[in-house]
């Protein structure tokens, strides 16, 4: 009984939380399902959400979907190096290291993507140093290239830093004892290293994959207006069009993919390890 | 237990939905007037000057595009008072019983606005009753006169090839296609499918030659020196000539031979606003000389207010960027609402091109 009623008092301590669900998360989502299910008269119609597959909605997704994967396996290509790098560091190096990783986060993500642009830019800051160096200089401005980089810059911390958290985790020992019954590096990091990263990995996937593929300032600005997301196609709905209906239709679908695409870490994960981040 | 979160639950949704519509509670109808505008379209100034002489209190937003503004005074919580926007948006917020007529005999300084503007709003406020012009200007050429091989003087630079990659085109639907449509040979405002079509296609085929599709960012890019011409409103326009000459570039500004966009940007009162006294004074404070010039050398776009023209120095007034010649003013066309067939064909011809 007495049990029963701490339990109860700290009910109250959720419910700022509850607010900000209900207010910023249910109550639009609620609102977004009802402009996707109806047509600009009030219908109820299916049409907005199966729009996604008019050619032009499409050609838009499956390059958000090429986007996302491309920075989701650089970055993975990119942070394991670094992490089993860090792994081998002092304390105090290592905070210094992943501290310089995490200062440009402080900054806004905006201007981040607008120094980019300044980079790659034709007269840009990459081209002039290639010039300088006498080699050609790139066109990286305004393609899917320069957009690949900007969301790969971005979303980089958010992989490399679950990754590092499950890496730090693991037992010297294991590996110790892996060692002395003769692995070899390689496998250490195939049979050990890797397996026990798995749900850093898995939630590091989450947190890069769902942004990179919703995203479009990255598009809007790295691409110059001639390359289209589906996240740059829904703003315009919304924004220029006022279609709202086909705005939210497209959201749902989107919606609706990115969670096939979680459903699909987290059959990944129901082999007995630890879960992901979504499910 | 289970009843109390579901009482919460009950609360947060109901404390979520007051937040949701806090802003459409409170309404300042003593001497409150919520003023529409676009981004960087007036100088802040001016506002606080406007307070301190009436006492009547401002609150200010801003918005990108015509079409972004009409989104969030349709859908948005706030309802404002007095908005400026370009005249093809004024025209439908018109026939959407949007706006309330202005009595603009009783505004004091009205005059001051020449009669070729009133003219101009005329094309689509027959009886000047709704709108008071702010500020006008043209889309045009701006090119670096150290990248062409010829001073440039029609919209066929854009569409002849010569120029791949050193070209920036408007992101902007209508500015867009009234560049092909000119192009060709039509009206900037045709509802004829199968122009609209050609223009299209010109377009997609021009697309690869573009090196991006850009509004406010384009001067700067032309200045920096990254391309050769951009299409450019002619605000713009001026003030990239001025900072191109500070970083060693001649910049030229052009309204090609075939005709342009001239664009007028008016002041119009919504059926909103319960203090017309209030609103008309703010109206009649605008087109003032002083505060016309305040604004004028804050944004250097065209001015429709004739005693700002006076004071001008001669160098500035024969800037075709600034004040346009009548010659060049010959072939340029207002802006006009097109039907919901034509709107709804261009906006989906636009995504395909965005798409492609």
């Given at each position: 009984m007495k049990k029963n009623k701490t339990r109860n008092s700290r009910v109250w301590l959720s419910s700022p939380y509850i607010l900000w669900i209900a207010g910023f998360t249910v109550i639009p989502m609620i609102m977004i399902f009802h402009y996707a299910l109806t047509d600009k008269n009030g219908g109820f119609t299916f049409a907005n959400i199966a729009a996604i597959f008019e050619p032009?909605?499409?050609?838009?997704?499956?390059?958000?979907?090429?986007?996302?994967?491309?920075?989701?396996?650089?970055?993975?290509?990119?942070?394991?190096?670094?992490?089993?790098?860090?792994?081998?560091?002092?304390?105090?190096?290592?905070?210094?290291?992943?501290?310089?990783?995490?200062?440009?986060?402080?900054?806004?993500?905006i201007l981040r993507v607008l120094a980019w642009q300044m980079i790659l830019s034709k007269n840009g800051i990459l081209n002039l140093l290639l010039t300088s160096l006498g080699f050609e200089p790139l066109s990286l401005a305004n393609t899917s290239t320069a957009i690949m980089i900007g969301v790969v810059y971005d979303y980089l911390p958010y992989m490399v830093l679950p990754i590092f958290n499950a890496i730090a985790d693991i037992d010297e020992d294991i590996i110790e004892a892996a060692k002395d019954l003769g692995a070899n590096g390689l496998a250490v990091f195939c049979k050990i290293i890797f397996p026990l990263s798995v749900p850093g990995l898995l939630?590091?996937?989450?947190?890069?994959?769902?942004p990179s593929m919703t995203s479009f300032v990255v598009a809007d600005i790295l691409g110059g207006g001639k390359l289209q997301l589906i996240g740059n196609i829904i703003e315009q709905e919304f924004t220029k069009n006022s279609d709202w209906n086909l705005g939210?239709?497209?959201?749902?679908?989107?919606?609706?993919f990115v969670l096939i695409s979680m459903a699909f870490t987290s059959k990944e994960d129901s082999k007995g390890r630890r879960e992901s981040a979504i499910w | 237990?289970?009843?109390?979160?579901?009482?919460?639950?009950?609360?947060?949704?109901?404390?979520?939905?007051?937040?949701?519509?806090?802003?459409c509670g409170k309404k300042g109808n003593n001497g409150t007037l919520t003023i529409f505008n676009y981004g960087e379209y007036m100088d802040m100034e001016v506002l606080d000057m406007f307070t301190e002489e009436t006492g009547i209190k401002v609150l200010y937003e801003e918005a990108l595009t015509p079409e972004e503004m009409y989104?969030?005074?349709?859908?948005?919580?706030?309802?404002?008072?007095?908005?400026?926007?370009?005249?093809?948006?004024?025209?439908?917020?018109?026939?959407?019983?949007?706006?309330?007529?202005?009595?603009?005999?009783?505004?004091?300084?009205?005059?001051?606005?020449?009669?070729?503007?009133?003219?101009?709003?005329?094309?689509?406020?027959?009886?000047?009753?709704?709108?008071?012009?702010?500020?006008?200007?043209?889309?045009?050429?701006?090119?670096?006169?150290?990248?062409v091989n010829a001073p440039v003087d029609s919209w066929d630079?854009?569409?002849?090839?010569?120029?791949?990659?050193?070209?920036?085109?408007?992101?902007?639907?209508?500015?867009?296609?009234?560049?092909?449509?000119?192009?060709?040979?039509?009206?900037?405002?045709?509802?004829?499918?199968?122009e609209i079509m050609e223009a299209h296609n010109l377009l997609l085929k021009q697309k690869p030659d573009v090196?991006?599709?850009?509004?406010?960012?384009?001067?700067?890019?032309?200045?920096?020196?990254?391309?050769?011409?951009?299409?450019?409103?002619?605000?713009?326009?001026?003030?990239?000539?001025?900072?191109?000459?500070?970083?060693?570039?001649?910049?030229?500004?052009?309204?090609?031979?075939?005709?342009?966009?001239?664009?007028?940007?008016c002041f119009a009162v919504t059926k909103h606003c319960d203090d017309m006294d209030a609103a008309q004074k703010f109206l009649d404070f605008l087109c003032r000389e002083d505060v016309a010039m305040m604004n004028f050398e804050y944004i250097y776009y065209s001015t429709p207010n004739e005693a700002v023209i006076e004071e001008l120095s001669d160098e500035e007034r024969a800037d075709e960027a600034l004040v346009p010649s009548d010659d060049?003013?010959?072939?340029?066309e207002v802006y006009t609402m097109t039907n919901t067939e034509t709107t709804e064909m261009m906006n989906r011809l636009w995504k395909e091109l965005g798409a492609e």
């Open positions: 032009i909605h499409f050609k838009a997704m499956v390059f958000s979907v090429e986007i996302a994967l491309g920075c989701t396996v650089i970055c993975i290509l990119l942070s394991y190096p670094l992490v089993m790098a860090l792994r081998h560091l002092h304390m105090g190096k290592q905070g210094f290291t992943l501290f310089i990783l995490i200062i440009p986060m402080w900054m806004n993500f939630s590091g996937i989450v947190m890069v994959f769902v939210s239709g497209l959201s749902v679908s989107l919606m609706i | 237990m289970k009843k109390r979160l579901m009482y919460f639950i009950a609360f947060a949704a109901l404390a979520a939905l007051c937040l949701g519509f806090t802003g989104t969030k005074y349709k859908y948005g919580a706030i309802e404002y008072d007095l908005l400026c926007t370009s005249e093809y948006m004024l025209q439908r917020l018109m026939s959407e019983g949007e706006l309330q007529p202005i009595d603009i005999g009783d505004m004091e300084y009205s005059g001051n606005i020449g009669e070729r503007y009133w003219e101009f709003a005329r094309s689509f406020d027959p009886e000047n009753k709704y709108v008071v012009p702010y500020f006008w200007g043209t889309v045009g050429i701006l090119y670096d006169e150290d990248k630079v854009l569409f002849n090839g010569e120029y791949k990659d050193e070209i920036i085109m408007m992101k902007s639907m209508r500015d867009s296609y009234m560049v092909a449509l000119k192009y060709l040979g039509y009206s900037l405002n045709t509802e004829n499918e199968d090196q991006a599709y850009l509004v406010d960012e384009a001067r700067d890019e032309l200045v920096a020196g990254n391309a050769a011409m951009a299409v450019i409103y002619s605000g713009e326009a001026y003030l990239g000539r001025q900072y191109g000459l500070e970083n060693g570039r001649n910049l030229r500004y052009v309204i090609p031979k075939e005709g342009s966009n001239v664009w007028l940007d060049a003013m010959d072939n340029c």
